[in-house]
């Protein structure tokens, strides 16, 4: 899991939600993640996670892959908070890169052809934790 975001661009934005995740939440979210059985599923989760969000309206094809994306992680109580890019990745422990990719790429693609990006394996204690 990678460094909590310290953006002050984020701080001040009434729309980025990343000072609200703690460390505790982030550790959880990130577990839960690695936890998964597939990479199907986290492919899934971060589909799910991740909306793509239109600047204006696409007149060409060129236009429609400027389309950014919002990312969002999930609160305590199961809310769907938006956050940076980088604040998600970084939870997650996935490049941003390898997010993008996913993003863009069909479901029978996704199995990465690196390992895990977990930049900072000694900020968790166990990356991933024992059954339940
Ligand atoms: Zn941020």
């Keep these: 899991m990678g460094p909590t975001c ?14 609200t995740f703690d460390e505790e939440r982030r550790k959880a979210i990130f577990t839960e993640f690695w936890n998964m059985r597939s990479w199907d599923e986290r492919y899934t989760y971060v589909k799910t996670m991740v909306k793509k969000v239109k600047k204006k309206q696409a007149r060409s094809e060129s236009e429609e892959r400027d389309s950014s994306y919002q990312w969002n992680l999930s609160s305590t109580e199961g809310e769907h908070k938006q956050v940076c890019r980088k604040m998600f990745a970084s939870t997650l422990g996935v490049s941003e890169r390898t997010l993008c990719s996913w993003l863009t790429k069909e479901k029978q693609n996704v199995v990465p052809t690196v390992e895990p990006e977990v930049t900072n394996p000694q900020t968790i204690n166990k990356p991933l934790s024992e059954e339940d």
């Design 6 to 19: 310290t953006s002050t661009y984020c701080q001040k934005s009434k729309s980025r939600h990343c000072s």
